[in-house]
């Protein structure tokens, strides 16, 4: 059978023998799931290729292997240089449960830095996303070349913190034993996100106007609980977990609240899995989320997305594996291994593009449009990641 899903273990090159041993002992399910779990340090290799790539030291991965030249749209020039907290943090995360210690610390150490060495905050916080790379004070932010406005831009989103990604930074610090930069992010969290249950979104925009964002997410609490456990704060853990607690109803859990309180029953892929994964919530609504949002064999972001979202449909396999369902996790995990790309990253979508049917925050300039939330078929670090982890059989959310 696979590792606990709870444990870390230590990577060897042995792991894809090891692993087609036990699954001719288990069974077809397992005979079905052996090219697929083989796969996992090839996503571990992968990741190691682009570290090393940027050279020694603390360094940061781009989250989406992007197009380049004539065929390269808005979304590439965007994301070119993008380094997103919640991929890297996810990064150190897979690559500690595959043995690599070290590299692991190198992403630790740069969120760390970051957090020390903002251009303009100190109090705690990382920004959403930095220039991926190796970083350097002050810390680098990404950004863009606006050859409409002949102009360096940078996305408000992306300058911004939102609560989620900060949590899955202190889960990362927390299992590395980085106890102070996790409570210096705890603190923050506290002064300025804390609800009257439950945190808020997060803080959107630039550096001299940021907005609160009073919306208020079931997944960004999942992370939030998990965060604050690891690190010993049970009243923070708890006041997490009353919130999403309040997001359960008799079909599972709602996506969160809007700015104005109202609840959003809209199913979504990680506020209906990720509490089950947390132990916050139970197989039952996990399977509701799962049958909601499932498409063929995989899974989309949420009941907008007309197709699969290889991400999601990694954790959804590794849900399903954890419930027992080992035979639609292995197809689920199938899915994934079709969709790698020739980087060694598993792409973001199947389609060439997947709604979301979210937006990427309130409009900060005068006359522009709200921006749609979409996934474009580029490698992507996190799918990558959750590949990985899925196919490690480890869970980063457990306690």
Same mark, same amino acid.
């Given at each position: 059978m696979?590792?606990?899903?709870?444990?870390?273990?230590?990577?060897s090159?042995?792991? #894809?023998?090891?692993?087609?041993?036990r699954?001719?002992?288990?069974?077809?399910?397992?005979l079905?799931?052996?090219?697929c779990?083989?796969?996992?340090?090839?996503?571990v290799?992968?990741?190691?290729?682009?570290?090393? #790539?940027?050279?020694?030291?603390?360094?940061?991965?781009?989250?989406?292997?992007?197009?380049?030249?004539?065929?390269a749209?808005?979304?590439?020039?965007?994301?070119?240089?993008?380094?997103?907290?919640y991929d890297? #943090?996810?990064?150190?995360?897979?690559l500690?449960?595959? @043995?690599?210690?070290?590299?692991a610390?190198?992403?630790?150490?740069?969120?760390?830095f970051?957090?020390?060495?903002d251009?303009?905050f100190?109090? @705690?916080?990382?920004?959403?996303?930095?220039?991926?790379g190796?970083?350097?004070?002050?810390?680098?932010? #990404?950004?863009?070349?606006?050859?409409?406005?002949?102009? &360096?831009?940078e996305d408000?989103?992306?300058?911004?913190?939102?609560?989620?990604?900060?949590?899955?930074?202190?889960?990362? &610090?927390?299992?590395?034993?980085?106890?102070?930069?996790?409570?210096?992010?705890a603190?923050?969290?506290e002064s300025?996100?804390r609800?009257r249950?439950g945190? =808020?979104?997060g803080?959107?925009?630039?550096?001299d106007?940021?907005?609160?964002?009073? &919306?208020?997410?079931?997944?960004?609490n999942?992370?939030?609980?998990?965060a604050?456990?690891l690190?010993?704060?049970? =009243?923070?853990?708890?006041?997490?977990?009353?919130?999403?607690a309040?997001?359960?109803d008799?079909l599972g859990?709602?996506?969160g609240?809007g700015?104005?309180?109202?609840?959003n029953?809209?199913?979504?892929?990680?506020?209906?899995? &990720?509490p089950?994964?947390?132990?916050?919530?139970?197989?039952?609504s996990?399977?509701?989320?799962?049958?909601?949002?499932?498409?063929?064999?995989?899974?989309?972001?949420a009941?907008?997305?007309h197709g699969?979202?290889? =991400?999601?449909t990694?954790?959804?396999a590794?849900a399903?594996?954890?419930?027992?369902?080992r035979?639609l996790a292995?197809?689920?995990?199938a899915?994934?291994?079709?969709?790698?790309?020739?980087?060694?990253y598993?792409?973001?979508?199947?389609?060439?593009?997947?709604?979301? @049917?979210?937006?990427?925050?309130?409009?900060?300039?005068?006359?522009?449009a709200?921006q749609?939330?979409?996934?474009?078929?580029?490698p992507?670090?996190?799918?990558?990641?959750w590949?990985?982890?899925?196919?490690?059989?480890?869970?980063?959310?457990?306690?």
């Open positions: 696979a590792a606990p899903l709870n444990c870390w273990p230590r990577f090159t042995e792991l #894809a023998v090891r692993l087609s041993r699954q001719v002992l288990g069974g077809g399910a397992a079905a799931a052996a090219p779990r083989a796969a996992a340090p090839d996503l290799a992968a990741l190691l290729r682009q570290m090393n #790539a940027l050279g020694d030291g603390p360094v940061l991965l781009n989250s989406y292997l992007v197009k380049t030249g004539p065929g749209t808005a979304f590439d020039l965007t994301q070119a240089n993008a380094a997103y907290v890297n #943090a996810l990064a150190g995360l897979v500690l449960a595959a @043995g690599e210690r070290q590299a610390e190198r992403i630790g150490q740069a969120l760390a970051a957090q020390g060495h251009r303009h100190t109090d @705690g916080r990382l920004r959403n996303a930095y220039a991926a190796p970083v350097s004070a002050p810390v680098k932010l #990404a950004g863009f070349w606006d050859a409409k406005a002949g102009q &360096w831009d408000p989103y992306q300058l911004g913190t939102d609560s989620g990604p900060l949590a899955w930074a202190m889960i990362l &610090w927390a299992r590395l034993g980085m106890t102070a930069p996790a409570l210096a992010a603190r923050f969290l300025r996100l609800a249950l945190y =808020e979104g803080l959107y925009g630039f550096d106007a940021q907005t609160l964002l009073t &919306w208020q997410s079931t997944e960004q999942t992370d939030l609980a998990v604050f456990g690190l010993g704060r049970t =009243e923070d853990r708890a006041h997490a977990a009353a919130f999403v309040a997001m359960r008799a859990f709602a996506t609240t700015p104005d309180g109202a609840v029953r809209a199913v979504s892929a990680d506020a209906g899995i &990720w089950y994964l947390a132990g916050l919530g139970d197989a039952a996990a399977r509701a989320a799962i049958a909601a949002l499932r498409h063929d064999d995989g899974i989309g972001f009941q907008a997305s699969v979202w290889l =991400e999601g990694g954790f959804a590794l399903l594996s954890k419930m027992g369902e035979a292995a197809r689920f995990l899915t994934v291994h079709a969709n790698i790309s020739p980087e060694g598993v792409y973001a979508c199947v389609a060439p593009m997947l709604s979301t @049917g979210l937006s990427v925050g309130p409009s900060v300039r005068p006359g522009a709200v749609p939330f979409n996934y474009y078929r580029r992507s670090l996190s799918a990558t990641c590949a990985g982890l899925a196919m490690l059989g480890v869970n980063p959310l457990a306690g």
